[in-house]
């Protein structure tokens, strides 16, 4: 039976899928070219407002993340209960306007409250595509669908710092941009402004998709109260593991995407205009490479045991980082500094194909929303804010060092891979207990009798 089998229950024609993972990718590329294009661009923001690095770390932390997490778990119920595509077409269009607004702010404080926005439309994405394409597939399909949704952030992330630099550039020259009624604006707010106004036609977009009929594995859950989430969550160790984990892996990650720009400009390895362009094809053709190859970790997986062994192979991918930590310190050419990155890519890439796969294989329907709610919480409100505000803060207190923002970055990015990689291999050594559900071994069972 071909891998793109949709199960007993889905019924869901091979083209709508394709375009229902495609749209949904692509409003996850164009949301991390909105949120990755802050990092490019912190120079010009913080010599706009005068801002100090811990400033500059609440903008991508606090302002963001932290938002971003508490809208998770309410966006999540909304997506339990409601029509998740036209959840998912609002919030695209409410980050684009954010984004645009980015560019209008004239205070750190309109700034800050835009990023916020931003943030909350953002939330409300991941947790209905996640749950649409878990009703649409099962199995190994689903893994592969979710991994081609995943690359959204390799896409996005690279064309932000490609066209971001170009736009910059070009901005620079032309002196800004002046909007008839607003005024005039500088470069680095020109390029907020551009980049945020298509989010309004993608989300006309998504409502393309037909909203997929829910499907429930064993009958509906007695329960599917935001507690019982809560209480199915924290009662299995392998999730908890895992969860924890991916705090570790979200903080390196946001430490990586905020601050090398920063770290490169400031070792003396270029400008915002000159390395933009570089780190975003590493980040566009690496990422992508990573997402593809990725399934490789897949090979010789039973439909029945597909969890454990997974993440065991992740803990040993996420290994790999260390040494390079490690060696980043000695870095003293823009070249080493180019494939300290692209190798760091690489190995978040790999990761990030398969975060949600737990929740999908293991959850409940109608708790997939909250759980990944959850998840995108401890991910944004822990890992991916005091990550990168933990450097802001390291590196003032090192203000008289030449090499402290680096010092700062090495520090804790070390930190965040080395618990990554403890609490993933705890995670892989924990299977469900007897009486924990699993919607994918389910699947797999009702696939077999019928073949």
């Given at each position: 039976?071909?891998?793109?089998e949709h199960g007993p229950r889905s019924g869901v024609p091979a083209w709508r899928t394709?375009?229902?993972?495609?749209?949904?990718?692509?409003?996850?590329?164009?949301?991390?070219?909105?949120?990755?294009?802050?990092?490019?661009?912190?120079?010009?923001?913080?010599?706009?407002?005068?801002?100090?690095?811990?400033?500059?770390?609440?903008?991508?932390?606090?302002?963001?993340?932290?938002?971003?997490?508490?809208?998770?778990?309410?966006?999540?119920?909304?997506?339990?209960?409601?029509?998740?595509?036209?959840?998912?077409?609002?919030?695209?269009?409410?980050?684009?306007?954010?984004?645009?607004?980015?560019?209008?702010?004239?205070?750190?404080?309109?700034?800050?409250?835009?990023?916020?926005?931003?943030?909350?439309?953002?939330?409300?994405?991941?947790?209905?595509?996640?749950?649409?394409?878990?009703?649409?597939?099962?199995?190994?399909?689903?893994?592969?669908?979710?991994?081609?949704?995943?690359?959204?952030?390799?896409?996005?992330?690279?064309?932000?710092?490609?066209?971001?630099?170009?736009?910059?550039?070009?901005?620079?020259?032309?002196?800004?941009?002046?909007?008839?009624?607003?005024?005039?604006?500088?470069?680095?707010?020109?390029?907020?402004?551009?980049?945020?106004?298509?989010?309004?036609?993608?989300?006309?977009?998504?409502?393309?998709?037909?909203?997929?009929?829910?499907?429930?594995?064993?009958?509906?859950?007695?329960?599917?109260?935001?507690?019982?989430?809560?209480?199915?969550?924290?009662?299995?160790?392998?999730?908890?593991?895992?969860?924890?984990?991916?705090?570790?892996?979200?903080?390196?990650?946001?430490?990586?995407?905020?601050?090398?720009?920063?770290?490169?400009?400031?070792?003396?390895?270029?400008?915002?205009?000159?390395?933009?362009?570089?780190?975003?094809?590493?980040?566009?053709?690496?990422?992508?490479?990573?997402?593809?190859?990725?399934?490789?970790?897949?090979?010789?997986?039973?439909?029945?045991?597909?969890?454990?062994?997974?993440?065991?192979?992740?803990?040993?991918?996420?290994?790999?980082?260390?040494?390079?930590?490690?060696?980043?310190?000695?870095?003293?050419?823009?070249?080493?500094?180019?494939?300290?990155?692209?190798?760091?890519?690489?190995?978040?890439?790999?990761?990030?194909?398969?975060?949600?796969?737990?929740?999908?294989?293991?959850?409940?329907?109608?708790?997939?929303?909250?759980?990944?709610?959850?998840?995108?919480?401890?991910?944004?409100?822990?890992?991916?804010?005091?990550?990168?505000?933990?450097?802001?803060?390291?590196?003032?207190?090192?203000?008289?060092?030449?090499?402290?923002?680096?010092?700062?970055?090495?520090?804790?990015?070390?930190?965040?891979?080395?618990?990554?990689?403890?609490?993933?291999?705890?995670?892989?050594?924990?299977?469900?207990?007897?009486?924990?559900?699993?919607?994918?071994?389910?699947?797999?069972?009702?696939?077999?009798?019928?073949?």
């Amino acid at each position: 039976m071909s891998d793109y089998e949709h199960g007993p229950r889905s019924g869901v024609p091979a083209w709508r899928t394709i375009v229902a993972t495609g749209l949904l990718a692509l409003s996850f590329a164009f949301s991390y070219m909105d949120r990755q294009i802050l990092p490019l661009l912190f120079e010009s923001v913080r010599h706009a407002f005068s801002m100090s690095d811990t400033q500059i770390g609440m903008l991508q932390g606090l302002a963001f993340s932290s938002f971003y997490a508490f809208a998770g778990i309410p966006l999540g119920w909304l997506v339990d209960r409601y029509h998740r595509v036209r959840i998912a077409a609002a919030c695209v269009a409410v980050w684009g306007m954010a984004t645009a607004a980015c560019g209008l702010s004239g205070s750190f404080g309109q700034f800050f409250v835009a990023r916020t926005g931003t943030a909350m439309g953002e939330a409300g994405c991941s947790p209905a595509a996640y749950s649409i394409l878990s009703d649409m597939l099962s199995g190994r399909a689903l893994l592969r669908a979710t991994s081609v949704y995943n690359t959204g952030p390799y896409v996005g992330g690279g064309m932000a710092l490609i066209l971001g630099s170009v736009a910059l550039r070009h901005f620079t020259d032309t002196g800004g941009i002046a909007l008839p009624m607003a005024g005039h604006f500088a470069p680095w707010q020109a390029v907020f402004i551009v980049l945020g106004l298509p989010g309004l036609i993608l989300s006309a977009l998504l409502l393309l998709i037909r909203e997929p009929k829910r499907r429930e594995v064993g009958g509906h859950e007695n329960d599917i109260s935001t507690r019982a989430t809560l209480k199915m969550l924290s009662g299995s160790s392998q999730l908890v593991f895992y969860y924890a984990g991916w705090v570790f892996i979200s903080s390196g990650l946001f430490v990586l995407l905020t601050w090398f720009p920063s770290v490169m400009i400031r070792e003396g390895f270029g400008t915002a205009s000159t390395i933009g362009r570089p780190l975003g094809v590493m980040f566009l053709v690496v990422g992508l490479s990573g997402c593809f190859l990725s399934q490789l970790l897949l090979r010789n997986l039973n439909n029945r045991d597909l969890l454990s062994p997974l993440l065991r192979r992740l803990s040993i991918v996420l290994a790999m980082q260390i040494p390079l930590i490690a060696a980043f310190m000695h870095v003293d050419t823009p070249t080493a500094a180019y494939w300290f990155y692209a190798c760091e890519v690489a190995v978040f890439s790999v990761a990030t194909t398969f975060m949600v796969t737990p929740i999908q294989l293991v959850v409940p329907n109608r708790m997939r929303g909250r759980a990944t709610g959850v998840f995108l919480m401890s991910n944004y409100m822990i890992g991916a804010s005091l990550g990168p505000a933990a450097v802001g803060a390291l590196s003032d207190r090192m203000a008289g060092d030449p090499h402290g923002l680096l010092t700062a970055f090495v520090t804790v990015l070390g930190v965040s891979c080395v618990g990554a990689v403890i609490l993933m291999y705890l995670s892989s050594t924990r299977r469900l207990g007897a009486k924990e559900p699993c919607p994918a071994h389910a699947d797999a069972d009702a696939v077999a009798k019928q073949s």
